[in-house]
């Protein structure tokens, strides 16, 4: 039995009331035998189920880890100005972006270990999230947190081409723990992550990532840049 149930995932709240409205029309489809609406309804409210799938995470636990926030594959690692509605300066630090298809988990979780001290929502288009530019002219949520050992890391949650809404319910002052979740972006979108100046990224362009889980820095570390070779 335990083997079985392992099968099912979570569901997060937020895909409740989709799930249900899928159902219920498709629910009304079949009353009124129209066979290939039906069968559409069906595929979309098992994809809007698999879409809000919210699996646990298993966190590494070691002092000045920096986890990932998103599922997805990293898209760029490049040296970047945080964003300006946090003021953290001009200075450029290193910048970790990772991309969201619709397939991936979309549920955000929190890199680091501290405390959420400034928070911006900032309005703008839906352009796709995999372009530069998105990072400054689309709608996003940006969060800035202190570490416990006193550096700032900043997180920003981008809206892009399909994505339409970003939830986030993190508090400002609130103390978190790495892979704790704080908001989810529908549908399909971006998480660029600043790291602390002077710490460089240990994860390459094009690997996969999992939220919660996967290492992409470290404040203890200086070791170089990784880069990547598909094989």
Not at 88 to 102: K, W
Not at 115 to 129: D, E, M
Not at 168 to 187: Q, S
Not at 191 to 203: E, F, Q, R, T
């Amino acid at each position: 039995m335990e083997t079985i149930l392992s099968v099912f995932v979570p569901i997060h709240r937020e895909g409740h009331k989709f799930i249900g409205v899928f159902a219920v029309v498709t629910f009304l489809f079949f009353l009124m035998e129209l066979d290939f609406l039906v069968m559409m309804g069906v595929i979309l409210t098992l994809w809007c189920a698999y879409f809000f799938r919210d699996p646990d995470r298993v966190t590494p636990q070691k002092e000045g880890l920096i986890i990932a926030p998103a599922d997805g594959v990293v898209q760029s690692v490049k040296t970047s100005v945080p964003p300006v509605e946090l003021d953290m300066g001009e200075e450029e630090c290193t910048r970790v972006s990772i991309f969201m298809n619709v397939f991936d988990v979309h549920v955000n979780r929190v890199p680091v270990d501290g405390k959420i001290v400034r928070q911006a929502y900032t309005p703008g288009k839906y352009l796709n999230a995999s372009l530069e530019k998105a990072c400054e002219d689309n709608e996003r949520h940006a969060l800035l947190m202190e570490t416990t050992s006193g550096n700032n890391v900043a997180f920003v949650q981008i809206a892009g081409l399909v994505a339409r809404r970003i939830l986030c319910w993190a508090e400002d002052g609130k103390d978190m723990k790495a892979g704790e979740r704080f908001g989810l972006i529908r549908f399909g979108s971006r998480v660029d992550v600043y790291l602390p100046k002077g710490v460089n990224s240990l994860v390459a362009v094009g690997q996969s990532a999992i939220a919660g889980e996967t290492v992409i820095a470290s404040e203890k570390g200086r070791e170089k840049q990784r880069d990547g070779e598909i094989r």
